[in-house]
Nanobody
Framework: QAQLVESGGGLVQPGGSLRLSCAASGIIFSISVVNWYRQAPGKERDLVATITSAGTTTYADSVRGRFTIFRDSAKNTVYLQMNSLKPEDTAVYYC?????WGQGTQVTVSS
């Protein structure tokens, strides 16, 4: 049974950075599509970034140029590097792959 575990969330000031991690068991990330989603209070869950098995990355318009998704195949972990954070980035961030979801990690951007 596959399991995804996110970590790295927290409280950060506007303009700051965080790096989220998504570690997997039961799924090999190097041959899978992995997505990061986020869900703010009262809003739908939105796709933030995707990395394919070939390493192709795509981003939501709202985060392009500030966020980077990348993979460490040796650790079977996908990361989301978030820079220049804004209050509107505040949300629970989830990773997903092959129909599996993690439990989410809270990111709060506030002064």
């Amino acid at each position: 049974q596959a399991q995804l575990v996110e970590s790295g969330g927290g409280l950060v000031q506007p303009g700051g950075s965080l790096r989220l991690s998504c570690a997997a068991s039961g799924i090999i990330f190097s041959i899978s599509v992995v997505n990061w989603y986020r869900q703010a209070p009262g809003k739908e869950r939105d796709l933030v970034a995707t990395i394919t098995s070939a390493g192709t990355t795509t981003y939501a318009d709202s985060v392009r140029g500030r966020f980077t998704i990348f993979r460490d195949s040796a650790k079977n972990t996908v990361y989301l590097q978030m820079n220049s954070l804004k209050p509107e980035d505040t949300a629970v961030y989830y990773c997903s792959s092959r129909g599996n979801w993690g439990q989410g990690t809270q990111v709060t951007v506030s002064s």
